[in-house]
């Protein structure tokens, strides 16, 4: 009897304590975001360099242009800027760049001398966007290149781990 | 004494045989949809030089929720949400935003976007069986300062009987 008289006294706090449920039904979804490798680079300027003057008893005095700047995006490491032309330039003369280190990332190689291979021009490039780091080109030759006539080269610039 | 006793274990043992087989305990929520999004160089602002955008906002039906299981039209019920993250990046935030009613019982709140966190937070409420309550995801805080990786969470829609 007694027995009995617990388990209704038990039946009866069950029946108080139903309040609102511990827990919840839950359902879920995956939000996802790809980001895919980014490494963008474009160049805008049309230099112009001419040789035409020199200082008597020294070599043509060497001209420089600096109206072209780089535009460079990436979201990697250790990127670099690599440089080249087209075509060689004639012999006794000489084509520099130096390229500007994108804002707070990056080393400038400072003037490297343009060839048909690629040359390193800026190196350590991490996870920037900078669109607005100078290009500066600087043309000289030796009185040997003698009187050449107006000529253009392509300039590649690739932007590469 | 030992009576005394006897109601003393009887008090603390009934919520464990009770409490699980309550009234409330048959509502139920279902989220339908994902959303799985690819960012690459057509992301950025203005192109080379420039950064990616920094806000991504799906369709506005991206995930549909249906609440089952209710007592009825009166039976009110609350969603809350949160995200478990798997390899997400600290710079980015999602937010989600109720855009549709559903058809059904009343739903009410959650029109404005709420940030997602690891903590449950209240994102709508409502009352009765209701079917496909639009939502709208958002993500910000990209940039090329984010290493490029698949990030990844999982949003969890919670509904509580209240």
Same mark, same amino acid.
């Given at each position: 009897?007694?027995?009995?008289k617990f388990?209704?006294?038990?039946? %009866?706090?069950?029946l108080?304590?139903?309040?609102p449920v511990?827990?919840?039904d839950v359902?879920?979804?995956v939000?996802?975001f790809?980001?895919?490798q ?6 805008t300027?049309? !230099?112009?360099?001419?040789i035409?003057?020199a200082?008597?008893?020294q070599? !043509?005095?060497?001209?420089?242009d600096s ?5 460079? =995006? ?5 990127k670099?800027i ?7 330039? !004639?012999?006794?003369?000489t ?7 994108p804002?707070g ?7 490297? @001398? %343009? ?8 190196t350590?490039?991490?996870?920037v966007?900078?669109?607005? !780091? @100078?290009? =500066? ?12 006539s ?5 300039? =590649?610039? =690739? %932007?590469s781990d | 004494?030992?009576f ?7 008090f /603390?043992l ?7 087989q ?11 949809g ?7 160089? +057509?992301? /950025? ?6 950064d990616?955008e +920094?806000?991504y ?5 991206q995930?549909?929720?249906?609440? *089952? ?12 949400i949160?995200?478990?993250?798997? +390899?997400w +990046?600290s710079n /980015? ?20 976007y709420l940030?997602v ?7 709508? *409420?409502?009352?009765?069986?209701v079917?496909g309550?639009?939502? #709208? /995801? ?6 090329? #300062?984010?290493?490029?990786? *698949?990030? *990844? ?10």
């Open positions: 009897m007694k027995t009995l388990l209704l006294l038990g039946a %009866l706090l069950a108080f304590s139903t309040g511990l827990g919840g359902s879920s979804h939000m996802s790809d980001f895919q980014i490494n963008e680079i474009s160049v300027g049309t !230099p112009n360099l001419n035409s003057s200082v008597a008893g070599e !043509p005095s060497e001209v420089t109206s072209s700047t780089c535009a460079i =995006t990436t979201n990697c490491a250790n670099k690599t440089a080249s032309i087209d075509v060689a330039v !004639p012999a006794y003369v084509l520099k760049v130096n390229v500007a280190a804002s990332s990056g080393t400038s190689q400072g003037d490297v @001398t %343009l060839t048909t291979s690629a040359s390193d021009v800026v350590g490039i991490n996870n966007a900078d669109s607005n !780091p @100078t290009i =500066t080109y600087k043309l000289s030759a030796t009185v040997q290149a003698g009187v050449l107006t000529d253009t080269r392509t300039v =590649t610039f =690739t %932007l | 004494m030992r005394l006793i006897r109601i003393f274990i009887i /603390l009934a919520p464990l045989f009770f409490t699980a309550t009234a409330h305990a048959a509502i139920s929520i279902t989220a339908t994902s959303w799985v999004e690819t960012i690459d160089k +057509n992301d /950025l602002a203005a192109g080379a030089g420039s990616l +920094n806000t906002t799906s369709v506005s039906g995930i549909s929720i249906d609440i *089952s299981g209710t007592n009825g039209a009166s039976d009110a019920w609350r969603v809350d949160r995200k478990v993250d798997s +390899n +990046n /980015l935030h999602p937010y989600v935003m109720r855009t549709s009613d559903g058809t059904g019982g009343s739903v009410s709140g959650g029109t404005a940030e966190t690891d903590i449950n937070s209240q994102f709508f *409420s409502g009352s009765g069986d079917t309550i639009k939502v #709208q /995801l958002r993500m910000t805080g990209a940039s090329i #300062q984010i290493n490029p990786a *698949s990030y *990844s969470t999982v949003i969890y829609y919670t509904v509580v009987d209240i």
